[in-house]
């Protein structure tokens, strides 16, 4: 005769079997955001450092930004410090969110209320003074979408999908796909070398096969 297992033995214990797992959730919600963040880093690292990742014979230079808020700056994805001085800069603050329930007509209509507002709003408010604010975004189904300010806009470079006030602020959407297709020098001229006051263009130092490492770097790699 098969043994009976023994079952809830008070209401509590009934309640608790019936509530959902909120810690188990919360994990699987936060490793879904890091899927899509380590995914959204390695399209724009394929794209803006191919020359510069043989060079170096770096698998990565752009990666997720660790929890630890190790690497000092903010952002999603950002490039590895150990690169920082041996690479030009890449021209984005990159946030993303990778979330259900909304349409691009909805956003386009009305800006999707709270949360969009708040994920642009986050994005400028850790962007660093000339570098470029971007929000990647995706739901399931849906190909990552790129929202940039208009002024940070280069149509030339993409297909824009629409535009809409956001925080007084005229934003265009386009997908990141569209982004990736193109030459990412285009980009690499808005931003002027560094902290260090080099008042360089990206331009500049960007070799005639497409390469943007450091002539510095070439000089002594060597030895």
């Given at each position: 005769m098969p043994r009976k297992t023994d079952g809830p033995k008070n209401v509590g214990d009934l309640a608790r079997l019936n509530s959902p797992d909120w810690s188990r959730i919360g994990r699987k919600s936060k490793n879904k955001g890091?899927?899509?963040?380590?995914?959204?880093?390695q399209i724009l690292d394929d794209w803006f450092y191919p020359a510069e990742k043989k060079f170096l014979g770096a698998e990565r230079i752009i990666r997720r930004t660790p929890m630890s808020g190790g690497w000092c700056k903010t952002g999603d994805i950002q490039v590895n410090p150990m690169y920082r001085k041996k690479v030009c800069s890449f021209p984005f603050h990159v946030e993303t969110k990778k979330v259900q329930g909304w349409t691009l007509e909805a956003i386009l209509a009305n800006g999707w209320g709270d949360p969009l507002k708040s994920w642009w709003?986050?994005?400028?408010?850790?962007?660093?003074?000339g570098v470029i604010p971007m929000l990647v975004f995706a739901r399931n189904g849906i190909e990552p979408l790129c929202m940039l300010r208009m002024g940070d806009y280069t149509p030339n470079q993409?297909?824009?999908?629409?535009?809409?006030?956001?925080?007084?602020?005229?934003?265009?959407?386009?997908?990141?796909?569209?982004?990736?297709?193109?030459?990412?020098?285009?980009w690499g001229y808005h931003v002027s070398e560094s902290?260090?006051?080099k008042e360089k263009k990206e331009a500049d130092i960007r070799g005639s096969d497409g390469t943007c490492v450091d002539t510095g770097v070439e000089e002594n790699a060597g030895r």
């Open positions: 890091n899927r899509f963040e380590n995914h959204v880093a709003e986050q994005c400028l408010g850790d962007a660093e003074e993409s297909v824009s999908h629409g535009h809409l006030l956001l925080m007084g602020i005229r934003v265009v959407i386009f997908s990141l796909e569209d982004l990736t297709s193109g030459d990412p020098a285009v902290k260090e006051g």
